[in-house]
């Protein structure tokens, strides 16, 4: 038996919705009369002619209608006269720190949006961002959208190869990226891995430079600008472009089962709806509100929930650029006394390695502004979940576990304030969402037991696509159980209809909340010269989650040493990313494959773990 905290009369006077489960199955009785409700909070040029048109596998929602999401970021705040609310405060990881009311922010946007178009960019191009975490990183994607350009953000602790890759299939026009950054203690020249990543493919016209950590770059002639020198001229009157409901807004590449990442596609309307919906509804916005999210626009939750929603919204959010725990592990906590922050949004990864250092770091700093928490990413273990809620959250504050995915755009299954809360567990789906828990033929699965995670009906912020590849989007999310979304995740749901997530099924691994394909790390491994194989698994890890683990078959000669093991951890390292360094590798002389030469990493994992096997028939060997 899971404990069971019940809301505070406090939280419950306070929150938005009061009664889930008579909303819920109105919401599931009619959905597009749900989400039209929601959609008419918002400002449209156009409004549509039709809520849904679902021709299985594809979605398009709000069909004929003109908007653009950055009408709703922020034309309509200042039209409606709140300019001058502090929209956007940050700060440095060397204290330094701006702020932004939303007409400052408008004006920063429209100059750089001008500046775009001035060097040739227009509707529908892609522009690749690869930034650390400063306001720049924000204003460039809202300018894109202003404009009518895709974004396709890469995470900038991503490598050179990574970021390549992104460019190449983006076909990128122009990339927006800074001198260098300093990260904890060691500089980070981002301009050179540009420089690198985008070396002779034609489609780049132009690097725009943001400085910030001053080290010397090299500036191409022609291809390279300033970015202050770029919207120094520039006028803060730039229209907002008229887009169609269902026009791409961003592209953001994703980790699969294969070694390729894909690019999973969201567009203005129905994305702005959801991730409006959600954020409004979970963490119960008001007014007054300081959001503090402490993911990275990098990734889909920085996109959604500190780039989008929160401006939508017309709250005041706090951004901050540095790494969590630095310079001490009370950093965070120190940020919500001074922002005197009402919301706070971070990952089960960063609630544990809080742990390890002690509650007596939180304990410094005045914590009495925080209303709500939030978690997203990785499976919460209950005694983080109680460490949150005891020394986070004084047992205030309901914690908002929040279960999606980059292709769900939106929070998808997550207790509201007015729930009782199961540590654990994400609790139940949002309005107008239908989940359920399948075998592999379909079948729901009894109440209790284990089993595919699903989602049987659209919703307006879901992917509507893979870039360029329709064909895997049929496959992979709708091809693998007949007629339902197919999240790759485990879980099971309880007697009370409470969703407990147990982790992926399929070969992608989550390593302190960052997404994996087991295929994209062994094809690192097998790009250095000494390796002929390689199988990766996942094994659970105390503050990450899960840890990569690496079984690597040499080439014949060479010598199983230490010092190949960390040259390979480094190699990784380069070819991936520095998130990605494996923990343990292990040297092997074969690997568990099926007839047809397919790696058993199931195999790999229980022996790891000294878990029974199962069945092996289908082993070669
Ligand atoms: O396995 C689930 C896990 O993260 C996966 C999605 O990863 P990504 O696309 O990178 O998006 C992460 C941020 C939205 C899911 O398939 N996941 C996400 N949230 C939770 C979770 N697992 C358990 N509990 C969660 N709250």
Redesign the pocket.
Known sequence: MSKLYNPSPEVLKKAHIKDYDKLYSESIKDPEKFWEGIAKELSWFKPWKKVLQWRYPFAKWFIGARCNIIHNVLDRHIKSGKGDKLALLWEGQDGKERKFTYKELNDEVSRLANGLKKLGVKKGDRISIYLPRLPEQIISMLACAKIGAIHSVVYCGFSVEALRTRITDAQTKVVITADGYHYRDKLIKTKHIVDEAAEGIKSVKHIIVVKRANNDIDMKQERDIWYDKLVKDMSTDCTTEEMSSEDPLFILY?SGSTGKPKAVVHVHGGYMVGIYATLKLIFNISDDDIWYCTADPG???GHSYITYAPFILGITQFFYEGPPLYPDPGKWWSLIEKYKITKFYSTPTAIRASMRYGAEWPQKYDLSSLRILG?????INPEAWEWYYEHIGHRRCPIM??????ETGMQMISPLPSMPLKPGS?AKPFFGIVAEIMDKDGRVVETGKGGFLVLKTPWPSMLRTLYKNKKRYKKVYWGEISGVYF???AAKKDKDGYFW?E??TDDVL?VAGY?FGTAELESAFVSHPSVVEAAVIGKPHEVKGQAIKAFVILKQGIEKTEELKNELKAHIKKEVGPIAKPEEIEFVDTLPKTRSGKIMRRILKAKELGKPVGDTSTLED
Do not use: C, L, S
């Open positions: 994703t990734w889909i939750t978690t997203v990413g990785e499976p576990d929040t279960w999606w995915q980059t994400a999240t790759g995740d997530i982790g992926r989550k997404r």
